[in-house]
């Protein structure tokens, strides 16, 4: 019942944030530079999971990729229907459901700072799925909050699991340590993992960036 609460608060909050925009306010940001040899070879469809404005959806298609573009909140994929027709599908879909996708369905699963809102349990779950709708050789990118990310939040709120916080609006949000990293993404082979700075926010965010295979 915590979780059904937590999900709700989660879906409420992005929809407010993801009030109308345009194209021209969407501006990528150069971290998925350095998988670039894998995004070119990649011939099989790219999933953004969690794709808010459009930010990793703009960059693959840029890129000349087939995107299908994912979001629990309905105002980020009307947004992203309106701004981004070139996408294969924009979907709205709550991560924590089944996910309604075949098995090997994408060569390439985009989470941009999706996946730090969940219980382990949770987390497992959903990087299940992601492993199952992945091609063999398929590739995930990810970034996810560090415990380093004072500004956004890192340490603050109630710990109800080991760097899980309930924060003031109502929701869950992880904050990772390198241990946490190789632990959640066991299942997959970690080819790149690296706590970094980003800018795309006014406040430095700290992250950790990761590259998985199936
Ligand atoms: C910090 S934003 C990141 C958006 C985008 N990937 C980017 O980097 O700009 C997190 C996004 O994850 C989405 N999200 C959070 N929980 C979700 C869930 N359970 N299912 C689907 N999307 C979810 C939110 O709606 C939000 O758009």
Same mark, same amino acid.
């Given at each position: 019942?915590?979780?059904?609460?937590?999900?709700?608060?989660?879906?409420?909050?992005?929809?407010? !944030?993801?009030?109308?925009?345009?194209?021209?306010?969407?501006?990528?940001?150069?971290?998925?530079?350095?998988?670039?040899?894998?995004?070119?070879?990649?011939?099989?469809?790219?999933?953004?999971?969690?794709?808010?404005?459009?930010?990793?959806?703009?960059?693959?298609?840029?890129?000349?990729?087939?995107?299908?573009?994912?979001?629990?909140?309905?105002?980020? !994929?009307?947004?992203?229907?309106?701004?981004?027709?070139?996408?294969? $599908?924009?979907?709205?879909?709550? %991560?924590?459901? $089944?996910?309604?996708?075949?098995?090997?369905?994408?060569?390439?699963?985009?989470?941009?700072?999706?996946?730090?809102?969940?219980?382990?349990?949770?987390?497992?779950? !959903?990087?299940?799925?992601?492993?199952?709708?992945?091609?063999?050789?398929?590739?995930?990118?990810?970034?996810?909050?560090?415990?380093?990310?004072?500004?956004?939040?890192?340490?603050?709120?109630? #710990?109800?699991?080991?760097?899980?916080?309930?924060?003031?609006?109502? %929701?869950?949000?992880?904050?990772?340590? #390198? $241990?946490?990293?190789?632990?959640?993404?066991?299942?997959?082979?970690?080819?790149?993992? #690296?706590?970094?700075?980003?800018?795309?926010?006014?406040?430095?965010?700290?992250?950790?960036?990761?590259?998985?295979?199936?």
């Amino acid at each position: 019942m915590l979780e059904l609460t937590e999900a709700k608060n989660s879906e409420l909050y992005w929809n407010k !944030i993801h009030t109308n925009y345009d194209r021209d306010n969407i501006k990528v940001d150069d971290w998925l530079d350095r998988f670039d040899s894998i995004i070119v070879n990649c011939k099989s469809p790219v999933l953004d999971l969690g794709c808010g404005s459009g930010n990793d959806t703009l960059y693959f298609i840029e890129k000349g990729k087939r995107v299908i573009a994912c979001d629990q909140s309905r105002n980020a !994929i009307d947004n992203i229907q309106k701004n981004f027709p070139e996408v294969l $599908e924009a979907r709205c879909f709550n %991560m924590l459901d $089944e996910f309604a996708f075949a098995d090997d369905s994408f060569g390439i699963v985009c989470a941009d700072l999706s996946l730090h809102y969940f219980t382990e349990t949770d987390t497992r779950m !959903i990087l299940n799925e992601i492993h199952r709708i992945l091609i063999p050789g398929g590739h995930v990118f990810v970034r996810v909050n560090s415990v380093k990310d004072v500004n956004h939040g890192a340490g603050q709120g109630i #710990e109800v699991e080991h760097h899980l916080y309930r924060t003031e609006d109502g %929701m869950f949000k992880r904050f990772f340590d #390198e $241990e946490d990293v190789r632990r959640l993404f066991a299942g997959f082979d970690i080819l790149f993992c #690296e706590e970094q700075k980003m800018l795309r926010y006014s406040a430095e965010k700290i992250v950790f960036c990761v590259c998985l295979r199936v």
